[in-house]
């Protein structure tokens, strides 16, 4: 696998994060990702975020290192982009990238959670 590394020429000494390249970001690894209800749910806060957010910006009913995981395994498969701000993880979604390679991939699946959402809650009982 391809990978690039944030730069942090700017700021000697930070901590930086593979991620791959956007000509090895695979269809099937961006599925799996989003596969995950978590993780799933981390992509739509992200999709509606004006720019960068925290990872404890995006509250999770799991534990931290379960948390680690699921950002790892968005970074790791293309999904998100994370860079560190001081002590801060930060995370945006790499849409441009996925919309290039995937074009209108993300917006269905954000369009598909959204209807789902919908027809749990107007179900019997709610979701």
Not at 77 to 83: N, T
Request: charged share 30%; with cysteine; net charge neutral.
């Amino acid at each position: 696998m391809t990978t690039t590394t944030t730069t942090s020429a700017d700021r000697p000494g930070a901590r930086v994060l593979d991620h791959p390249d956007r000509s090895a970001i695979r269809l099937e690894d961006v599925l799996h990702a989003l596969a995950d209800p978590m993780r799933l749910r981390i992509v739509r806060r992200l999709a509606a975020a004006e720019g960068e957010l925290s990872c404890t910006v995006i509250e999770l009913p799991v534990s931290k290192s379960t948390c680690t995981h699921h950002y790892r395994v968005l970074r790791e498969h293309g999904v998100i982009s994370q860079i560190y701000r001081g002590t801060a993880k930060m995370n945006v979604l790499r849409r441009a990238d996925l919309d290039e390679l995937f074009p209108g991939l993300i917006e269905r699946v954000l369009k598909a959670a959204e209807l789902q959402d919908e027809r749990l809650d107007a179900q019997p009982g709610g979701a």
